[in-house]
């Protein structure tokens, strides 16, 4: 059997490499290859910008209206081949086919009807001076923008940077994760499908360096949307910075679930697993830290390592998995050291730890890791302060509401944070000195567009998402009228 080619989309024409070069994608649970992706270099992300820059002065000019019924038929397309990219989603990243089914792929097709009406309905603003004068702002959009998104989330990632940026007037050169390039082919090829203009979007794959790397370094690009690791995001920074270029960047985690004396556990459990093992931990808004008030621990810990025990490790396209493949065997491989360092660290695993003993036969050469549950680590270790990225949390007690503020507050980061009390009062006071981009009250990744989506620290710079996003990708122009002679 031939296996599929995921090729650039570049003019309107899905292209081989130039050098004709490919790399081999891996389904994960399997270990072994689905599919080759089209190794691109910086030739071919030079074509592509100039073909996002040909085309910028047709787009930027054309009507809100047309754009977004360009993203609107994107997103139709996205919905009617749902089963197919979900399957691929799945085979290619390891994560649950219920996961891609049910969450990611439908809010890929979200994020392009979102900003289709966003821009649709935005209005504008106007700063009136009496009689003297008037000001009001002009929002242009920016011209190419580059879009660099990773291996853990691919369609649903991808689209919330492409989405805003297209439906903005902007025209895009996207880089996919080269560890999981399948669904951003086919979104290329659904691009041409629903009547996109040539070179308004373009999708180049390959690493980061060289593909990302010249994205960045490119001068016709003057803006950079990035998630990704918090290292890369400073290597982009470091570049893109005295180039002036308009930067977003949003980055790693190391997320706290604080759970208070008086916390709803019956309520609080089934959304604590989902926070702490979705998509195999490998959510940047994971919570990877559960800080328990002591005189909950015990009842805590109990309930929640039972639950993760019950869990079900295997392959990601049978319905009855919980837990799928970790991306690739050298992501497994840096979240296991991980748990030696815990151990080392002096960390007791209550649960998991290990590879599962239970997996189907066709998946033994596939990268899977148990759940894994550690208690005993104080603040300062690695453990509780480095970002893990798999399905591994640690549980650390609090007594007072102001030491679980720090214990949040008290490592780099600070992009999302998840609160359990049934105290209105306090509720609000701990989310008003949380540090952290997100708070959930009572809740865990419940997303609205419209919302100011980012980090604080090392999680990031800048705002995405709702108003912040149509903002971040056009550049404003203060027209002042007088209004009175002389
Ligand atoms: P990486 O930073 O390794 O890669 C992200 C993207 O950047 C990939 O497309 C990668 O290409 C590319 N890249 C790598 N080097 C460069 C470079 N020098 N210049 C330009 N682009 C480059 O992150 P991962 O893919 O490993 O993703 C996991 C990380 O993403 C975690 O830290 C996670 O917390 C974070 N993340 C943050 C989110 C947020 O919203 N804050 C959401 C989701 C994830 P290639 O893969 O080909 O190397």
Not at 390 to 407: I, K, L, M, Y
Not at 460 to 476: C, D, H, I, P
């Amino acid at each position: 059997m031939t296996m599929p080619s995921y090729r650039n989309l570049i003019n309107g024409e899905m292209r081989d490499a130039l050098d004709g070069h490919w790399r081999d994608t891996i389904n994960p649970a399997l270990g072994q290859p689905h599919g080759r992706a089209a190794e691109s270099s910086v030739g071919d992300v030079d074509l592509a910008v100039r073909s996002a820059l040909d085309a910028f002065t047709e787009w930027s000019a054309a009507p809100a209206a047309y754009r977004a019924a360009c993203l609107r038929r994107l997103a139709d397309l996205i919905d009617e081949n749902g089963e197919r990219l979900s399957r691929l989603e799945s085979i290619d990243q390891g994560k649950t086919l219920r996961q891609a089914l049910e969450i990611e792929i439908p809010r890929a097709a979200s994020n392009f009807r979102f900003f289709a009406g966003a821009v649709e309905h935005v209005s504008g603003e106007m700063h009136s001076m009496g009689n003297a004068a008037l000001n009001y702002t002009l929002r242009r959009p920016r011209g190419v923008v580059g879009c660099i998104s990773p291996w853990n989330l691919p369609l649903y990632l991808f689209t919330w940077k492409i989405a805003p940026a297209l439906a903005t007037g902007n025209t895009v050169v996207g880089k996919p994760s080269e560890i999981t390039p399948a669904t951003a082919s086919i979104l290329g090829e659904l691009s041409i499908e629903a009547g996109f203009p040539r070179g308004v979007l373009n999708i180049v794959h390959g690493c980061g360096d060289p593909v990302g790397r010249r994205l960045v370094e490119h001068p016709d690009v003057g803006t950079i949307t990035f998630t990704g690791g918090t290292s890369t995001g400073a290597a982009i920074s470091a570049t893109a910075g005295p180039m002036f270029k308009r930067l977003s960047l949003e980055l790693g985690g190391k997320n706290p679930v604080i759970i208070c004396e008086d916390a709803d556990l019956d309520r609080a459990m089934p959304q604590i697993m989902r926070s702490s093992f979705s998509n195999q931990g490998e959510i940047c808004l994971c919570g990877s830290r559960i800080l328990v008030h002591r005189s909950r621990m015990k009842e805590f810990t109990d309930r929640f390592v039972e639950m993760t025990r019950g869990l079900k490790v295997g392959d990601p396209l049978d319905p009855e998995t919980d837990i799928g493949a970790m991306v690739s065997k050298e992501h497994l491989e840096s979240v296991a050291n991980y748990i030696r360092l815990a151990r080392e660290e002096g960390g007791v695993i209550a649960c998991g730890g290990g590879r599962p003993t239970h997996l189907p036969e066709h998946c033994r050469d596939g990268s899977f890791l148990e759940p894994t549950v550690i208690l005993g680590l104080p603040q300062e270790c690695r453990t509780n302060q480095e970002e893990i990225f798999g399905p591994v949390v640690s549980v650390q007690g609090f007594d007072t509401n102001v030491e679980a503020v720090e214990r949040a507050n008290g490592v780099p980061y600070g992009l999302a944070c998840s609160l359990w009390t049934n105290d209105l009062t306090r509720a609000h006071r701990m989310a008003s000195r949380i540090d952290s981009g997100i708070v959930w009250i009572n809740c865990w990744m419940v997303r609205d567009l419209r919302t100011p989506f980012g980090g604080w620290k090392h999680s990031g710079v800048g705002r995405e998402g709702g108003e912040e996003a149509l903002k971040f990708f056009t550049e404003a122009t203060n027209v002042c009228v007088a209004l009175e002679d002389g």
